[in-house]
């Protein structure tokens, strides 16, 4: 039987890259967005991969969404984590809503899929967690205090969690990506995005097909060694 996948915000960016990468292995892919139809229905169109609308800050939604999933392809096996969105502004500038949207979303999000998968996950004793952090949840950065914390936040939930998972069969890892060709990214200004490259060791930008490789690696059915880690993708900006 054909794994069951869900990669949330997994129809376009990274996420897409990652609901292809999924499916190359084999798997049966659902992939999660928050609004935009068009690229979602062109995505589904495309990939032959079924598209499903909820946010993922939503707890009940995400609870609903999955149940239905779960009931069209089969119990998820694997979830990754993916979705998410950026607020930018100093802390004197940043509002409480971007704060809170930015960990409802990111971090919130987190907690409220694995709800929805883990129990299963471990009644059935094998499941994969991957959840997208961040360079900048490792590192800091000006003008994301909401951000980098959230991203921090996922990389200590995926610890915390890993250990409730270990002895049952289900890995929970995170990667932190550099800074990756997609729309989030196009949105930073061009003079700022120019000065970032310029810190990236590699001297380019990262696509996203580089991280769906590492997600691939960390869902292997050999994969199961493997627990508790972040893989930082990031073309040397950030080693530790
Ligand atoms: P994009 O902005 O290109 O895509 C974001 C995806 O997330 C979209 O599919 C979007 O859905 C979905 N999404 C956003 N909010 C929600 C929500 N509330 N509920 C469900 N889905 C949602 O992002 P990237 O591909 O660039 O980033 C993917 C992940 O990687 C994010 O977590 C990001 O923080 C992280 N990351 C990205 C880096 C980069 O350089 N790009 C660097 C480090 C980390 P819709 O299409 O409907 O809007």
Known sequence: MARIAIVTGGTRGIGEAISLALKDMGMTVAANYAGNEEKANAFTERAGIKSY??????????????????????????????????????????????????????????????????????????????NIGSINGQAGQYGQVNYAAAKSGIHGFTKALAQEGAKKGVTVNAIAPGY?????????????????????????????????????????????????????????????
Request: aromatic letters at 8%; hydrophobic letters at 45%; one cysteine or more.
């Open 53 to 130: 609308k909820w946010d993922v800050g939503d707890y009940d939604a995400c609870q609903t969404g999955c149940a239905k999933v779960a009931e069209e392809l089969g119990p998820v096996d694997v979830l990754v984590n993916n979705a998410g969105i950026t607020r930018d502004g100093t802390l004197a500038r940043m509002s409480f809503d971007d704060w809170n949207d930015v960990i409802r979303i990111n971090l919130g999000g987190c907690f409220n899929m694995a709800k929805a998968c883990f129990p299963g996950m471990v009644e059935r004793g094998w499941g994969r967690i991957v």
């Open 180 to 240: 990756i060709d997609t729309d989030m990214v196009a949105a930073v200004p061009e003079a700022v995005l120019e000065k970032i490259v310029a810190k990236i060791p590699v001297g380019r930008l990262g696509q996203a097909d580089e991280i769906a490789r590492g997600v691939a690696f960390l869902c292997a059915e050999e994969g199961g060694f493997v627990t508790g880690s972040t893989l930082s993708l990031n073309g040397g900006q950030h080693m530790y």
